[in-house]
């Protein structure tokens, strides 16, 4: 690969000399004259410099597609063979919601790991657009995410729905009811998530389109501390049912479904939209599918009282907390 290709386009996509030396890892004056060199061979200007920024010039526009196309049918190559040498291994990178990174992936990764124990695993635990980001910076491989994601670059395979409900402490007035109407909820103190937060998307449109109106709002960045705030009697809030099975079980806190309002959203793998990927990437693909199946007929009766053993020994980072752990149930943030 020609490494002043690689060079221009940092310098292109960050608009910056320092910001492009920086990610190369190289000296400014390097990267000046690499692009220099890359001018003087084609005969043509390729960026305008001022003060603060650098500008692409038409020949700077046309090298700039070019030299994508050929860094990443470099990049796939590369993944090409590393593919024929790794065999059934290789490393898997996967960037998952809140939600399904804490409460449904460790049950799906065990099956994986059970049939793939040669691949190592990374897991990133993130909100939505966090997740989306990643996966179009190519960091991850695969993404898991809720709600819906619209980008050219993304390859977005619908999986199941999840149902959101109102959750409220087991004191609480509405405690014993199925349902509750808006009216009924008026004056509440809400407990959400933070925004670019799949469930803080779900919550804004429940607003939205019922005309709902918080009497106040608390923003917390952690499922586990929201669940722990209603039951303590803080206020209410919106959270998967995925999210409070145990806490409905032990009788702590109880849900509500909105009146005439049923809060669904899809559960989605997220790919790049490339022409290849890793062997692994088609093998979890695989396994995701299959346990996706088993959750829309079953929900989460299967997996009840399941032990899992063997296989992977997935490394997890979540709020740059980097820990190896072995999938099973978790009580961590939600998405």
């Not at 799906?108 to 793939?116: D, G, M, P, V």
């Not at 899809?266 to 693909?285: E, G, K, Q």
């Not at 032990?307 to 907390?321: D, H, N």
Request: charge should be negative; hydrophobic fraction near 40%; proline fraction near 3%.
């Amino acid at each position: 690969m020609d490494h002043s290709l690689l060079i221009f386009a940092t310098v292109a996509k960050t608009r910056n000399f320092s910001r492009a030396a920086e990610a190369l890892h190289m000296t400014q004056p390097a990267v000046s004259l690499q692009i220099q060199a890359l001018e003087q061979k084609f005969g043509v200007k390729l960026l305008e410099r001022t003060n603060r920024t650098v500008r692409l010039t038409r020949a700077g526009e046309i090298l700039l597609d070019r030299a994508e196309e050929i860094l990443e049918s470099y990049r796939e190559l590369g993944l090409i063979m590393d593919d024929l040498v790794q065999g059934e291994g290789g490393h898997l990178a996967i960037g998952a919601s809140y939600t399904f990174g804490e409460y449904v992936l460790p049950r799906i990764l065990a099956q994986f790991c059970k049939r793939y124990p040669k691949v190592s695993v990374a897991i990133t635990i993130e909100n939505t657009s966090q997740v989306a980001e990643a996966i179009l910076r190519r960091e991850q491989d695969v993404g898991i995410v809720e709600g819906g994601l619209h980008h050219s670059d993304l390859e977005v395979l619908p999986l199941f729905e999840d149902e959101l409900r109102v959750v409220v402490p087991a004191s609480h007035r509405l405690a014993g009811r199925a349902e509750a109407t808006p009216e009924e909820l008026a004056g509440e103190r809400w407990i959400l998530r933070e925004h670019g937060s799949g469930t803080r998307e779900a919550a804004d449109k429940m607003f939205s389109a019922t005309g709902l109106v918080p009497a106040a709002l608390v923003e917390l960045g952690s499922t586990q501390i929201i669940k722990e705030s209603v039951e303590a009697g803080l206020g209410v809030s919106l959270l998967s049912t995925w999210t409070v099975v145990k806490e409905i079980r032990l009788g702590t806190l109880k849900t509500l479904r909105l009146h005439e309002f049923p809060i669904l959203r899809t559960f989605s793998a997220v790919l790049h939209r490339t022409r290849y990927h890793i062997r692994a990437v088609d093998h979890f693909i695989a396994v995701l599918r299959e346990e996706s199946e088993t959750i829309r007929r079953f929900g989460t009766s299967r997996w009840e009282n399941e032990i899992q053993e063997g296989g992977c020994t997935p490394i997890m980072k979540r709020a740059g907390i980097e820990k190896e752990a072995r999938p099973g149930p978790n009580d961590g943030q939600g998405g």
